[in-house]
């Protein structure tokens, strides 16, 4: 497993933002706002020694799955397989490209790394609580976990997943919350309210904890404890900012899916301390 | 095409009135069997444990056995997921909430992505008679059809049954298999075996064909005989393999018959009549009569009712047939 310091982990979230912005540039489609929010989650999972996965043997049975469950989100999420190793980073320069490997959302037989084709929201959290039940019927420890958004959580079939993952006791099941308060069209709340979440998820047998998702530290020691509880499912909510780290993204809803300028690329790039990739 | 009306006039009196099977039976018994062999296997349902008739296999296999509840986006969903983890999940549940509500589940989670998914659906067709539209499912074929990488098999006895229950744990890929509960005589000899993409021929013929499948494949059998009687000599192929349909029998049905009958126990539209007509249209125009329900719901009855009402008998076939054929053979 790979691990970094909290200052490098700091510095590949950075470069994962910068990458992320610069493939939207490049297609003139994707969804900045996002990207940004779940970079720190990323970059701990993949660089933190949390996920037990090997590029090098992408298909190895005992890897840890990771589930995108927020596909719209794949700026962020080819940024952080590319720089981990699962395929070229020059192969990012084709985002939604014709018949590139990279569409706009990810797909599992074109992509080693990719363990789940989503896009359509609500798809991950089931997926990985039948992946947490296979691990647990075949008695290996491999873990399954989950990035879903918040906006996410108003589709149906994570509830449903979530009440199976609580009869079947998958404390080998993490659902990790990006819970930066917008979705597509306006702020969650104005959207339909969606507050409080934590006690939603604990009244649906999870243990949840509540972290910042920008701090690196608290985001490892939580996941570094998993399960929460031996037993339940867990469930952490990462509160994050939508556009984190870039001034005139954060919390805008219209940065969604914002098109960075060139002009914006290198204010972003100097703002998050790193250089526009290509 | 026949206009609706009930027909429930005896095929002919005196016949001996054939053993009839549950295909479920067959399917479940031959899960267990599996299960037995190949620790892969598992099942998902959505609390359908005995209309599912899974409770031996759960008894057997309680780790290897998954009821979500009444979720079937998530069944469908955690499916792929015990398939990321190595698993072949057998997903039943009765077709009608298995297809439409969790048809993008089918579309992304299984065809989209390939997960070696095996779904189930139960009772398909008009097989929950009374209880309505709501628990038919008779648009199940025309939209698992079009789903691109998804196989779809609809067997007729409890023979084929077996035979594409056992072929569905060596094929690589997401599949839907429609299992009726409707009693169903036995029409495969025992020699005969299953092959993905190819139609059994039933009865011989070079006058005219009749294609169906499912809980309609005995009756085209019946049918074919009493044409016979009138010197009609029709071709029965059971079309199970929907997808991939067997282009080679009905393009050779085309080129040696004077027409086709497809028979569906589904909407007209769409599903296996739909898929004949494509190949047709394709590759060999020829006269059609497309049997099934017309753009209708279902009134109330029994599935057995329901079938003679929309003329889904031996009889209808032949009225099919000879409206094809003209006044002259």
Known sequence: MTKSSIQELRQISNRIRISAMTMTNHSKLGHTGGDLSSSDILTCLYFGGILNVDPENPKWEQ??????????CSGAFYSILATRGFFPAEQLKTFMDPLSMLNGHPDRNKLLGVEANTGPLGHGAPIAVGAALAAKMRGESWRAFVLTGDGELQEGSNWEAAMTAQHYHLDNLVIIVDRNRIQQGDFTENTIRMDPVAPKWEAFGFAVREVDGHNHEELLNTLESIPLSPGKPTCIIANTIKGKGVSFAENKPAWHHGVPTREQLALAAEELGVEVPW | MVSPAVDTKPLSSGAAVPQLFDCRDAYSQTLEKMAAEDNRVCAVVNDSVSSTKLKKFQELFPDRFVNVGIAEQNMVGVGAGLANGGMVPYVCGASCFLTARAMEQVKVDLGYSKWNVKLCGMSSGMAYGQLGPTHHSIEDLAWTRVIPNLTVIVPADPQETEQVMRYSLEHQ??????????????????????????????????????????????????????????????????????????????????????????????LQAGGLGGAVAEILARHHPAPMRMMGLPDVFAPTGTAEFLLEYFHLNAQGMIDAVLDLLGSKK
């Open chain 2, 173 to 266: 890929g997401p599949m839907f298999l429609r299992i009726s509960r409707m009693p169903v005589c036995k029409i495969h000899a025992p020699t005969d075996t299953f092959t993905l993409g190819k139609a059994s021929m039933l009865h011989d013929g070079d006058d005219v064909t009749i294609i169906a499948n499912g809980v309609l494949a005995s009756r085209a059998v019946t049918a074919a005989k009493m044409l016979a009687e009138q010197g009609i000599h029709a071709r029965v192929l059971n079309m199970s393999s929907i997808k991939p349909i067997d282009s080679d029998a009905i393009l050779k049905a085309a080129r040696e018959t004077r027409g086709i009958v497809t028979a569906e126990e589904a």
């Open chain 1, 63 to 72: 890897r840890d799955r990771f589930i995108m469950s927020k596909g719209h």
